[in-house]
């Protein structure tokens, strides 16, 4: 039988919607390191400190998109179990749309994470290979305190799975708290079930964000995250515009990503210039000394002792 779509109809989803944005942003970030690391080529080096933008990237547009898929599917895992003790529409609804990359339908905000990763440190040859350009690139050292510039949150990336399925039950919590607070009318519909299993999916996409699979744990990764909706154009509640979102190419595949302007002083919280191994950059060059000086004058530059090529 073919299912209905999602609808605003008969149910308004605010209630839902304010519930989980206000639950994933006051969610335990962690206790960050002193510094963390963000791994890039000279060009992103250049860019980053001569221009003073971090990219911020589609987080299902990355290297290995399977990351957010492990969230995804972990919590189908719990849908179904679920879903054999009590069938329910929100449940049948929830794992649909789990399965269904873009929703059709445009009636309901949607959001989609936007993040810059960074390592916890830099003295493990898989930080190298994996994202310092095979130990060619460079690693940024930022201090943890006051990198963050808003609307991003620092959170710590989260491998321990008894952790990840608590925090897919409390977000089904969230959703089905908002659904209890609408009019008993509404809340008894079908239609308010659908809505709120679409909720849950877009919801899940987001927290899916902060979860990768344990034998990743080594990664020690951090995430600068925004939650943004997908419509350009959107004004925030204080009253600004979302910048638009920009588009690049890199290895066929299409990746969206937004900017982020670091003002002089987030800027001077790089307290370090780690290059690579294998890089072609000296320590001593006198262009990175002039580029480094102008964006942070206390960072040191030096060179990573681990021998990756």
């Not at 942070?296 to 060179?303: F, H, K, Q």
Request: proline residues 6%.
């Amino acid at each position: 039988m073919k299912s209905s779509p999602v609808s605003t109809t008969a149910a308004s989803p605010d209630e839902s919607i304010t519930r989980c944005i206000a639950w994933l942003g006051h969610l335990p970030p962690g206790s960050p390191p002193q510094q963390i690391y963000h791994f890039t080529d000279a060009v992103g080096l250049a860019g980053l400190l001569g221009e003073g933008v971090l990219r911020a990237s589609l987080v299902t547009s990355l290297n290995d998109c399977s990351e957010v898929l492990y969230g995804l599917r972990l919590a189908k895992e719990i849908l179904r179990r679920r879903r054999r003790k009590e069938p329910r529409v929100f449940l049948e609804t929830a794992l649909r749309y789990l399965d269904t990359p873009f929703v059709p339908r445009r009636a309901l905000r949607e959001f989609a994470p936007f993040v810059v990763s960074f390592c916890g440190r830099l003295d493990k040859s898989v930080h190298w290979l994996h994202y310092g350009q095979a130990g060619r690139g460079v690693a940024i050292g930022f201090d943890s305190a006051s990198i963050v510039p808003p609307p991003f949150r620092l959170v710590r990336v989260e491998y321990a799975r008894r952790v990840q399925e608590s925090l897919i039950a409390g977000l089904m919590e969230q959703v089905q708290a908002g659904l209890a607070a609408a009019p008993a009318g509404v809340r008894d519909s079908r239609s308010a079930y659908q809505n709120a299993g679409f909720l849950f999916s877009m919801f899940m996409r987001l927290l899916a964000a902060q979860f990768k699979d344990r034998c990743f744990s080594e990664e020690e990764e951090w995430r600068l995250i925004h939650y943004r909706p997908l419509k350009d154009g959107v004004v925030s509640k204080a009253g600004r515009r979302l910048p638009r979102m920009r588009y690049r190419a890199v290895e066929g595949r299409v990746i969206p990503y937004e900017e982020i302007a670091l003002t002089p002083r987030q800027l001077r919280t790089v307290r370090s210039v780690v290059i690579g191994y294998s890089s072609a950059l000296n320590i001593d060059d006198h262009g990175l000394g002039m580029l480094v000086r102008n964006a942070s004058p206390e960072a040191a530059i030096s060179r990573s002792d681990v021998p990756v090529r």
